[in-house]
Every structure is written in structure tokens, then in C-alpha cells.
């Protein structure tokens, strides 16, 4: 992703630590497009009645992963306090998430694949969140 | 809105308390719509390097209250330790978006109207929350 | 909404017709509302099965509409162009998602109250595009 | 990204020329994630008031991008007219940007780089309306 290179570049780039904030970012943008797929592909299933709770949180997770993705890109002027509670809010996301899709993991890849994803997203997220003291 | 109509219309309404879910849902959409046009004005004004600041958290505040105006929107299979975290989120960008836009109230009214909007989807959220015990 | 008054308070307020603009701007965020609720409205019914084709439009409408919705309230240095053929993306989607919704109209009052509110936004967005010449 | 191996997995891949359709996808998230940042950078730069068309184009795409990225995500009962109108809105905003990301590219790299990212992005929807005939 060019978005390395676009901090490089930035006239006043945050204090906070910059590889645990590309990593968060990274994986922000990844999870938002497959919880996207993930929802969709539930939703082409056979057997999408089992699998409205996951369609459900795939939702919730890929906006709250996009809108955190944005904060965190934004360098200019940053409220800490704001960062925390929305990376907290993808965290817990992330979390339900994965635990719904891995659920389904046996049946669907696509919730086996999700699952993995969320759980990254998670754990980049709470590295991020570790360096901010 | 139409909103209170179709969440009448819902085949499996949450246990959250209507009044309040209602409140936060019409509150979030309006502070979305109103922090966009914020940022804009501010980008219009003259001493727009001023209002910078202004600007970095109303973009942010604009994200958060639109994606939580969608998680309390939806109906079916909550969770909610989601639904919590993502409107504390939005409580703190309220907060700190409305602190920014007082400093700048007196000069321009945007910023004046957007802190009082900011402010009320704060306390919808904190009513929200409240009722969630 | 206060959205009317921010606009009056705008530095640089835009060259296209005020009245058609706040129409647009208004219906597309109560649009984007009713489509986010319809998907989930569709997503907790018994036959979700039949409603797929429904859910997936929703989806489309609601982000198209949020974010037609946003362009269209930013004021500052706009492009015509952008402007233009952001309004006639969201026109197709309104047209896509009333016409499925209506199928559903005379089982699912949320699918008979959706489309009615997509045809309002369909219509809003044909009379600015009109007034762009 | 994950997002091939998701699409790998769906139940019902749409018709849309597989490899056309993934370039479309990844360009279109990374645009959106380099518009982000680049009216992020401008709007932390000295000269600040120089960029303010930047900024607002920057904004536009981004929201274009993210939503196109999003549907064309989506495989389950796709509506053509929907993707090609939302592709075409995309081609537009990422022309306009890289036009306005160029006259600066000079003086700050983040719009030179934001500038190429765009073009290839257009280049990427493009071909993939020149699959759908």
C-alpha cells in the first residue's frame, strides 16, 4: 500500500508509535473488505437462516473497522481520547465477530478466512492501543 | 423520519429502550449531516488555518456518528458490548468536537450550531447508554 | 434538521438551486436510514431466503445515499462533474431498490414504507440533477 | 489481501470478469485510504488555503471509492446498472482529484503520490467497465 509512503510525507505526523499505527491501519482497511465479503457470502448461502447473526456483525464490524481505518489515518491534530474509544469500540467488534464467524468455520471458508482476518485486525488494534500507554 | 415507522415494522425489535434508541438514532444522523457541513465551512472560511483543528474532529466526529447512527439502526442479533463501545466512541468525539467548535462560536456560527448539535447527540448517546445498564 | 441553517451560515455557499439541494440532501439521508433498516428488517424475517436480492440492494442504496448525501451537503470548490454523476449513481440504485422492494410490499410493511422513501429520493435527485441543466 | 481468497470462496461469484473486477477492488480501497491521508496532509500544511480544493476533491473521492469498493465487493444478485453508474461516479471523482492533486505535486509529494494512486484507480474502473460491455 502507498499509505507508508503518504505518512512519509505528512507535514506533522502524530506521536504515535508508527509502525504499531500502519499495522493497525493495514489491518483496519483488510478487515473492513472481508467482513463486506463475508456478510455477502452469508448472505448467498443456502442456509443464510443460520447465519444472520454473522451477516449481522460482518455489518457492524466492516463500519466500525472503515471508520477507525480513517481515524487513524489522520494525522493532523489528533484527540487521543477519540482514538482509544473508537479502536476500543473495533476491538470488541472484532471480537463478536470472530467468535460468530468462527461458528460457521467448519461449513463456509469464507467464515473460517473472516474470522482469521478479525482476529488480526484485534490484536493490531490492541498493540496500537498498548503503545498509547 | 420514516425511521420510527420502519423500526415498528421490524420483525424482531430489540429489548433496548425505543425511546432512547430513537432519540440517539435521529441525534447521530443529524450530527453526521451537520459536522460534514462544518468541516466544509470551516474549509471555506478565509482563516481556515484557524480552524484546523476544527476541521481534523468534525471528520472524525462525521465517521463515528454515522456508523453508530447504522449499528442502533439495525435490530436483529445485537451485541452489545458493540452497540456500548461504539457509542462511547461517539460520546467522546461529541465531547471533544463540540470543546473545538466553542473556541471558533463567536466568530462563525457554523461552529456555534454544530457545537450545540454535537452536545445534544452526546447526551442521546449518554441517555442510551444509561437505559443499557 | 439544522443542515437548512448551516448552509445559510456557509462562506461560500454553491451556485446550484438552494431549495433542490436541501430536498436532495434530505431525502438521501433519510434514505440511506431506511435502506440500512430495511436490510436489517429483511435480515430477521422468517423467509430471509426470498428477501436476498432485497437485503443486497439495500446495501448498495444505503451507501450510495450516504455518501451522495455528503458531496451534495460539502459547498467548498465543488466539481460539477463528480456531483453530477454521484446524483445519477444514486438515482439507479433508488430505482433498483424500489423496484425490488416493491415486490415485497404487500408482505413486509418495512419493504412497502422503503420503497416509497427510495422513489422520494429517486425524485429529489432527478429534479437538482434538472436544475444543474 | 484476504479479499481473493474470499472471493474464491463465494457461493455465487458474479459474471463480471473475475481478474478486471479484483484490480477494481484493490485500487479502490487504496484509493480511498490515499485520499484520506492526502486531505489529511493538506490540510496540515503551512499553505494550508492553497490546497482547499484539494481537500474538498481528496473527501469526495474517498467517499466514492470506499462505497464503489463496497458494492463491487458484493457478488450475491448484483444490479449492472448499479455498478456501472457508481463505477462511472468513481472514474469522475478520481479524474478530478488527480487534475487538482497535480497542480500541487511540486510542492508536496503526498499529492504527487495521491495524484498516481488516483489514475490508477480510474484506469482500474475503466477496464472494468470495459468488461460489462
Redesign the interface.
Known sequence: ???R???D????PTTLDREALLRC?DEC??CA??C???A??C????D??AL??S???N??C???C??V???V???????L??I???I??C???CR?CAAECDRHAAH???CR??A??CRRCERACDDLLATMG
Chains 1, 2, 3, 4 share one sequence.
Open positions: 500500500m502507498s499509505i509512503e503518504m505518512l510525507k505528512h507535514p506533522r491501519l482497511v483488510e473488505a472481508t463486506t465479503s463475508c455477502d457470502a448472505l448467498g448461502e443456502q443464510v437462516q444472520v447473526r451477516v449481522r456483525l455489518l457492524d466492516a463500519d466500525l472503515d471508520t481505518g480513517r481515524i489515518t489522520r494525522q493532523t491534530e489528533p484527540d481520547g477519540v482509544r474509544t473508537a476500543d469500540a476491538v470488541t467488534a463478536a463456509h471458508e469464507h478466512i473472516c482469521d482476518v
